[in-house]
C-alpha cells in the first residue's frame, strides 16, 4: 500500500509539473480527485485488512488525500492571481491619455441680449418687471387704445385662448398697462420689461411664433421725444458699439402719439447697404413712442400732469444683428453645431 501511494504521489507531483494553467490544473484535478480517479481507489485496498491496518492505513491515505488537496489548492490560488494580475494590467487606466470630447453649446443669444439688456437699464435705474404670458385682450388690446374692432389688432396674429378675452400675449405692451395701473395714476414709472410673446405667422428665416420682446416704459412730469431718443440711442450704442447711430421714422402704433420706428446704422456696411440692411444702410429695430394721452388716462394717469414714452424691441432680431445670422430660427433650434459657435460670431 505504502508503494502505492509514493507511486501515485510520483506520479501526480510529474503531472502538477507539467500544468500551464487553471484549465489543465481542473483537468488534472478531474482525473486525480474524482470520486472514482486514483487517490479515491486507494481506499478500496483496506477493504480486506484487519482492523489495525486499516487504521494505520487508512489514516496514510488521508494524509495523501489531504496533501494531494492541498498542492491542488496552492497551485489553484497561484494561478488565480496570475489571471488577477493579468486583468488588472489590461485595465489599468492610463490617466495621461486625452479625456472624451464632450460637446457643449454656449447661452442662448436671444436670453444674452435680454440679460443685457436688463443690467443696461438697471444701470439707468430702471426695474425689471414681468407680466403674464396669458394675457387678458383688455391689457394687450383694450387699454392700449385698441378696441375690439380697432383695425390695427389684424397686425398681430393673435392666438385666443378662451371666448376673444383671453389671449397669449402677442406683445410685452400690456407689462406697461399692469404697471401703470399699479402706479394708480401718483408714481413716476421707469422700467423695463423682457418677456416671450406670440404670434400667428408663417415661420421663416425673420420671423417666428414665440419670441422675446424687450419693452421699456417711463412715465414722469417732464418727459419728451428727445429723453426716448438719448435713451435708446444709448442702448444701441452699448450693445452694438459706440460708432452705431440710431435715427426716428415717423409711424403709427394706437398706444403711442407720436409714434416712430428707430433704425440704427448697420454695423456690417457703414451705411453703404449690404444683405443685412438690405441694401439701405439702416436697420428698424425698434417701435416706439410717447404714450398716447387716451392710454394713460385709461390706466389712472392725468395726461395733463404726466408724460412718458415707451418702446419695444425684438430681442430676436437684436440677436440676429449682433452675432451676425441670416436664420433667427437656428436660435431655437438647440443645434449643438450652431450653438457652439454663437460666441465667436459676436459683432461689436
Ligand atoms: N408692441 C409693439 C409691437 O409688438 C412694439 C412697440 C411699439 C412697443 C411702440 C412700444 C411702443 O412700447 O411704444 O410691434
Given at each position: 500500500?505504502?508503494?502505492?501511494?509514493?507511486?501515485?504521489?510520483?506520479?501526480?507531483?510529474?503531472?502538477?509539473?507539467?500544468?500551464?494553467?487553471?484549465?489543465?490544473?481542473n483537468?488534472?484535478?478531474?482525473?486525480?480527485?474524482?470520486?472514482?480517479?486514483?487517490?479515491?481507489?486507494?481506499?478500496?485496498?483496506?477493504?480486506?485488512?484487519?482492523?489495525?491496518?486499516?487504521?494505520?492505513?487508512?489514516?496514510?491515505?488521508?494524509?495523501?488525500?489531504?496533501?494531494?488537496?492541498?498542492?491542488f489548492?496552492?497551485?489553484?490560488?497561484?494561478?488565480?492571481?496570475?489571471?488577477l494580475?493579468?486583468?488588472?494590467?489590461?485595465?489599468?487606466?492610463?490617466?495621461?491619455?486625452?479625456?472624451?470630447?464632450?460637446?457643449?453649446?454656449?447661452?442662448?443669444?436671444?436670453?444674452?441680449?435680454?440679460?443685457?439688456?436688463?443690467?443696461?437699464?438697471?444701470?439707468?435705474?430702471?426695474?425689471?418687471?414681468?407680466?403674464?404670458?396669458?394675457?387678458?385682450?383688455?391689457?394687450?388690446?383694450?387699454?392700449?387704445?385698441?378696441?375690439?374692432?380697432?383695425?390695427?389688432?389684424?397686425?398681430?396674429?393673435?392666438?385666443?385662448?378662451?371666448?376673444?378675452?383671453?389671449?397669449?400675449?402677442?406683445?410685452?405692451?400690456?407689462?406697461?398697462?399692469?404697471?401703470?395701473?399699479?402706479?394708480?395714476?401718483?408714481?413716476?414709472i421707469?422700467?423695463?420689461?423682457?418677456?416671450?410673446?406670440?404670434?400667428?405667422?408663417?415661420?421663416?428665416?425673420?420671423?417666428?411664433?414665440?419670441?422675446?420682446?424687450?419693452?421699456?416704459?417711463?412715465?414722469?412730469?417732464?418727459?419728451?421725444?428727445?429723453?426716448?431718443?438719448?435713451?435708446?440711442?444709448?442702448?444701441?450704442?452699448?450693445?452694438?458699439?459706440?460708432?452705431?447711430?440710431?435715427?426716428f421714422?415717423?409711424?403709427?402704433?394706437?398706444?403711442?402719439?407720436?409714434?416712430?420706428?428707430?433704425d440704427?446704422?448697420?454695423?456690417?456696411?457703414?451705411?453703404?447697404?449690404?444683405?443685412?440692411?438690405?441694401?439701405?444702410?439702416?436697420?428698424?429695430?425698434?417701435?416706439?413712442?410717447?404714450?398716447?394721452?387716451?392710454?394713460?388716462?385709461?390706466?389712472?394717469?392725468?395726461?395733463?400732469?404726466?408724460?412718458?414714452?415707451?418702446?419695444?424691441?425684438?430681442?430676436?432680431?437684436?440677436?440676429?444683428?449682433?452675432?451676425?445670422?441670416?436664420?433667427?430660427?437656428?436660435?431655437?433650434?438647440?443645434?449643438?453645431?450652431?450653438?457652439?459657435?454663437?460666441d465667436?460670431?459676436?459683432?461689436?
Amino acid at each position: 500500500m505504502k508503494d502505492k501511494i509514493e507511486a501515485l504521489r510520483k506520479r501526480i507531483e510529474e503531472r502538477l509539473n507539467e500544468v500551464k494553467d487553471l484549465n489543465n490544473l481542473n483537468e488534472l484535478k478531474n482525473e486525480y480527485l474524482s470520486k472514482k480517479g486514483p487517490v479515491s481507489e486507494l481506499s478500496n485496498g483496506l477493504r480486506d485488512m484487519d482492523v489495525d491496518k486499516k487504521k494505520e492505513f487508512g489514516k496514510l491515505i488521508t494524509d495523501f488525500r489531504n496533501d494531494v488537496y492541498s498542492k491542488f489548492e496552492a497551485l489553484k490560488e497561484k494561478y488565480e492571481l496570475e489571471e488577477l494580475n493579468r486583468k488588472l494590467e489590461k485595465e489599468k487606466i492610463d490617466i495621461s491619455m486625452p479625456g472624451l470630447d464632450i460637446q457643449s453649446g454656449s447661452p442662448c443669444i436671444e436670453e444674452k441680449i435680454l440679460e443685457e439688456a436688463e443690467d443696461f437699464f438697471m444701470s439707468l435705474g430702471y426695474d425689471v418687471v414681468e407680466g403674464p404670458e396669458i394675457e387678458l385682450d383688455k391689457y394687450n388690446f383694450e387699454m392700449l387704445n385698441l378696441p375690439k374692432e380697432h383695425p390695427a389688432r389684424d397686425a398681430q396674429d393673435t392666438y385666443y385662448l378662451k371666448d376673444e378675452e383671453i389671449l397669449l400675449r402677442s406683445q410685452t405692451s400690456p407689462v406697461q398697462v399692469r404697471a401703470m395701473l399699479e402706479g394708480k395714476g401718483e408714481k413716476p414709472i421707469r422700467i423695463i420689461c423682457p418677456g416671450k410673446v406670440y404670434r400667428k405667422e408663417d415661420i421663416n428665416p425673420t420671423h417666428e411664433q414665440e419670441f422675446d420682446q424687450i419693452e421699456g416704459l417711463v412715465i414722469d412730469k417732464n418727459i419728451s421725444l428727445s429723453d426716448l431718443k438719448g435713451t435708446v440711442d444709448a442702448y444701441v450704442k452699448h450693445v452694438f458699439g459706440k460708432d452705431t447711430e440710431t435715427r426716428f421714422r415717423p409711424s403709427y402704433y394706437p398706444f403711442t402719439e407720436p409714434s416712430v420706428e428707430i433704425d440704427m446704422s448697420c454695423i456690417y456696411c457703414d451705411g453703404s447697404g449690404c444683405n443685412m440692411c438690405k441694401p439701405k444702410g439702416w436697420i428698424t429695430i425698434c417701435g416706439a413712442g410717447m404714450v398716447h394721452p387716451n392710454v394713460l388716462r385709461m390706466c389712472g394717469y392725468d395726461p395733463d400732469k404726466w408724460q412718458g414714452f415707451a418702446f419695444g424691441f425684438g430681442a430676436l432680431r437684436l440677436a440676429m444683428l449682433k452675432y451676425n445670422m441670416d436664420d433667427m430660427r437656428i436660435i431655437h433650434e438647440n443645434d449643438l453645431r450652431e450653438t457652439e459657435n454663437f460666441d465667436r460670431k459676436e459683432v461689436k
